[in-house]
């Protein structure tokens, strides 16, 4: 039997036994949720060209939520005999009995719930034996070691490969599953400067379909020329000048708006972006739309983690907040509708002002590049932004050189609207896809 037969079979047990589950807890809960993400796959992880660690896994829990009035109780089983999923709902009820009310729980509504399933391509499995697995990690440690004499050591490769099924059902008669695979190779190494300083680096590759994957050569020569760029840096004084990020560090500053938007932060009223909705948080020019469909997408869903369907949804349109991010739980405390983001958000899509990353450079003509941030200097209450950086000085539009211990600050509110351009240099690997970013200007703390 292929992995594929497995997989199918594997998913009419999992949906069996969440129905179980259900029907078990429907005797006695006024409502109830089952899931259960089954992860089967390989992390195989070398250094200095020899394996260091092989790892195979297959786990999942069955997770039970049952609601009796406005009391919750939640337990897990890993055995899903029908004796074990039994006794995990008396747990699950027995926890209910002693939980406080709560007027707020409960499943999402039932008319959201993700009634058509559709085929977004997500499963590609790949079942690599431990040496072909051991041999692509080595090729990206071998090809980082060969790029440049001041490469001096590997701190590491690794290459994984796991596939899974999700399985979600609730008391509305929701009951769907879907499986999906994810594989990816990365590579961290070592570069020593002038002074005997040593920098060090990382590159990586993560895709649906291993075929789709950079080549591991690939991502060892793109650790080692990110590594060896950073050799000798050096220190600036302290100044405001125009920043530009790197589009891998772009995503992070997207990643503070989806907290700021979050139905958790923003009910508490602990966000920066409180009663923003409808307003213009953005530059005109800028869009971000959500597409949960895309095939093959590293974020595409069809349902999120409370069985409410995913739709395709702007949440920034000419620069203002279209939407919040709301799980069942925080849009009955806000009176709104729940947007299907329990769990997450489902492929970001970033508008780009269309120039090259040269461009971008050209664009800032003096400034800092920042390719590295360091440190947890956010509020998301105030929007107050300061972090250790690093990356490069750039002068007439050119890469300079190097430099390190510096701080960048301002606010997440000010930043947002004094972005000047994105690049076309999307960053693929991530839930947001965005190009590089330039604001016109921050605080630079160094000397």
Not at 84 to 107: C, H, K
Not at 322 to 345: C, D, E, F, V, W
Request: glycine letters at 8%.
């Amino acid at each position: 039997m292929d992995v594929r037969e497995q997989v199918a079979q594997q998913r009419v047990e999992l949906e069996a036994a969440v129905a179980k589950a259900l029907e078990v807890a429907g005797k006695q809960a006024d409502a109830a949720e089952v899931a259960i993400n089954k992860t089967t796959g390989i992390s195989v992880s070398t250094r200095m060209c020899e394996v260091e660690n092989v790892e195979f896994n297959s786990d999942g829990a069955l997770g039970i939520t049952v609601y009796r009035g406005h009391r919750k109780g939640s337990a897990s089983t890993s055995d899903l005999s029908e004796a074990a999923i039994a006794q995990t709902v008396a747990a699950a009820l027995d926890i209910a009995n002693y939980t406080s009310e709560d007027p707020f729980a409960g499943p999402g509504p039932a008319e959201l719930m993700a009634r058509n399933i559709p085929d977004l391509d997500l499963f590609h499995p790949d079942e690599p034996e431990p040496d072909r697995a051991a041999a692509i990690a080595i090729a990206a440690e071998e090809a980082a070691l060969a790029f440049d004499p001041r490469v001096k050591q590997s701190d590491g490769a690794s290459y994984d490969s796991h596939y899974g099924v999700r399985v979600y059902g609730n008391s509305h008669g929701m009951l769907a599953s879907y499986a999906s695979s994810r594989h990816s190779i990365s590579c961290c190494v070592i570069s020593e400067g002038k002074d005997g300083n040593m920098e060090r680096d990382y590159s990586y590759t993560t895709s649906r379909l291993a075929s789709d994957m950079w080549t591991p050569e690939r991502v060892g020569r793109h650790a080692a020329e990110r590594t060896v760029s950073r050799i000798d840096p050096q220190k600036l004084t302290t100044r405001e000048a125009p920043v530009m990020f790197a589009a891998d560090v772009a995503t992070g500053l997207f990643g503070h708006l989806v907290m700021g938007i979050s139905g958790a932060n923003l009910y508490r009223k602990s966000s920066f972006l409180l009663d923003k909705l409808g307003e213009k948080i953005f530059p005109e020019w800028l869009n971000i739309s959500e597409r949960p469909h895309i095939l093959r997408g590293m974020a595409s869903t069809p349902f999120d983690s409370e069985g409410l369907a995913t739709y395709d949804r702007e949440i920034i349109t000419g620069g203002a907040l279209q939407t919040y991010l709301l799980t069942s739980y925080a849009a009955r405390k806000m009176k709104m509708q729940p947007t299907g983001h329990a769990g997450g958000i489902h492929n970001w899509l970033v508008s780009s002002t269309g120039e090259s990353f040269e461009q971008m450079l050209k664009k800032m003509d003096r400034g800092l590049l920042v390719t590295e941030l360091m440190g947890q200097g956010v509020n998301i209450i105030t929007g107050d932004y300061s972090r250790g950086a690093a990356g490069f000085w750039v002068e007439n539009g050119q890469i300079q050189y190097p430099v390190s211990e510096i701080t960048i600050a301002g606010n997440l509110k000010d930043m947002m609207q004094n972005i000047v351009a994105i690049g076309s240099d999307t960053e693929t690997r991530s839930q947001i896809l965005t190009g590089s970013m330039l604001l016109d200007s921050m605080k630079i703390a160094g000397e």
